[in-house]
Structure formats: C-alpha cells, structure tokens
C-alpha cells in the first residue's frame, strides 16, 4: 500500500509541477476555473480535476460559456458548411450581385451585425473572383475563401 501512494505522490508531483513554475492559470476555461480561481496549485488542480471529471470544459467551449471562447470558424461550423453545400449555385449568384436571401442567411448564420450587414455583401461581391475561382469550387473552397475575405479585408 506504502509503495502505491509513495507512486501517486511522485506522479503527482510530476503532473504538477509546470503547474508550480507557470505564474498563471494552467486550467484554461470552464466552470472549474470560474469556482476555483486563482494560480496557486491548490485551486489549478481542482479546477483541472473538475473541468476533467465533469466535461465542462468542453460544455463550455462548445457553447461559449463558462469563461470559454466558443471555436468561431466558418468552416468548421455544420450549419454554416451544410448551408453553402446546399446552396452554392443560388449563393453564388447573390454573392456577385451583392444581395438576396442567399447571401444574407449567411451572413446570419455567421451572425454578421445588422449595421454591417451592407459591408459584408460588399466585401463578399467585390471578392468574388476570390470566392468562386472557377466552376469547380467545392462549398469547403468557398467557404475557405470567404473566410479569408472577412479576416483579411
């Protein structure tokens, strides 16, 4: 029994340790962190074994709660991805107009401002040889693309 808890303090104390040395939270987010604050080693593996044990850290990141970011992405958002997969041909064709149904249920879905709505059709359509580079573009292309519009315009 000795040689069993000799081993776990060791491990530990291994596991630990960067945890010791960081200066700041280690834990990162969800509801572990938000009831066990601080930087101490105490709260930082409480917080940890709780965000592990109760999956609210992942929770947290999948809804955006719990002191998390939630993943913002366009590509990786299904709704957003089955949206375009359904509707490249009438997307497209709103895209290089610079309105209609199509181009504003996205920019819904990517929860675009209504004050910027105007903005986004524009930078969507003056963009639109970058979206749509030839016939061939699959909706990951497309949506690739608009991503790289919107974070680099």
């Known amino acids: 029994m000795k040689k069993y808890f000799l ?3 060791v491990f530990t104390m291994i596991v630990t340790a960067g945890v010791v040395f960081a200066g700041q939270s280690n834990t990162g987010c969800g509801l572990g962190s938000l ?7 105490i709260s930082q593996t409480l ?10 850290q992942t929770f947290g990141i999948t809804t955006g709660t719990s002191n998390c970011s939630q993943f913002r992405g366009i590509v990786n ?3 957003i991805n089955k949206f375009v997969a359904e509707n490249m041909d009438n997307l497209a064709k709103d895209i290089a107009k610079g309105s ?35 016939d061939k573009v699959t ?15």
Not at 145 to 150: C, G, Q
């Open 7 to 9: 081993s776990f303090v």
């Open 35 to 41: 009831i066990f604050k601080g930087d101490g080693l």
């Open 47 to 56: 917080a940890a074994t709780f965000n592990g044990s109760f999956g609210s």
């Open 77 to 79: 958002n299904e709704q």
């Open 100 to 134: 209609g149904e199509y181009v504003m249920t996205l920019a819904i879905l990517m929860d675009v401002k209504d004050t910027e709505k105007p903005s986004f059709c524009t930078k969507l359509q003056s963009n639109f040889s970058r979206i749509f580079p030839s």
């Open 139 to 153: 909706h990951i292309d497309v949506l690739n693309n608009i991503d790289s519009v919107m974070k680099h315009i």
